[in-house]
């Protein structure tokens, strides 16, 4: 586990560029975000323009109507796990999907191991499955 949501505005990217999105995604949380091997689970919802607004904390940020929202629900992962996912997002995003740094906003929402059932109505942290 995470689970990743990817949002976005529709009509924005091509289907292999939201392919290509989604495995950047992936290589970042293999790689920085320590998830196992084959665990993959990831939902990209695309929203009607209008649907989606972000304005920029009062960063100066100027955002576009490409912005990326990466919401990764986990656990357990440390301060500087998180900022070093951040970081590799960013830059793998912006290097191999065009994702302007300043259109791309993540969200790390912290559950526990109870939280979770991957199949058969059953929580297989608890049960010793996983």
Known sequence: MPLVRIELIKGRRLPEQLRKLADV????????????ARDRYQIITQHEPGDIICEDTNLGF?????????QIFQQGR???????????L???LSADCGVKKTDLLISC?????EDWSFGLGEAQFMTGSL
Request: no cysteine.
């Open 90 to 92: 960013a830059e793998r």
């Open 109 to 113: 929402v912290e559950n526990k191991r």
């Open 62 to 70: 100027e955002r576009t109507e490409y912005i990326v929202f990466i």
């Open 25 to 36: 995604i992936q290589e970042v949380m293999l790689q920085k975000f320590n998830a196992p």
């Open 78 to 88: 440390s301060a500087e796990v998180k900022q070093a996912t951040y970081g590799a």
